[in-house]
């Protein structure tokens, strides 16, 4: 009988994008500045990078106490825009290819 040997595929890496703050105005709660993070990470190596944008004022606000983190990651993605969120992914891939296959090294000889 024949079997079959499973293999296990490393996890393909994904963006992962997080709201590390939001500056808001504390008489009605509109937030104009997010702060946030996106991490690359595959089993072994990560890479990761920090931004923040503002936000305009819109006609009607959601209150502060219903935002949620997808909510806010949907509109900073938005704010972004699909060209500058492929260059981030981009630059996160190539430092994790970096760290998977150096083409740089610091140190002396005699070490």
């Known amino acids: 009988m024949a079997t079959k040997k499973a293999t296990q595929k490393a996890s393909a890496p994904e963006l992962i994008w997080k709201i590390s703050q939001l500056e808001r105005e ?16 595959d089993d072994v190596y990560s890479a990761g990078a920090y931004g923040l944008i503002g936000l305009e004022k819109p006609e009607t606000l959601i209150p502060y106490s219903e935002l949620t983190e997808e909510m806010v990651v949907s509109w900073v993605l938005a704010q972004l825009g ?29 070490a």
């Open 26 to 41: 504390t008489a009605d709660g509109f937030v104009s500045t997010v702060h946030y993070t996106v991490d690359l990470k």
């Open 82 to 110: 699909e060209e500058k969120v492929l260059e981030v992914k981009q630059a996160l891939e190539s430092s994790l290819n970096e760290q998977r296959q150096p083409t740089k090294a610091a140190g002396v000889p005699w």
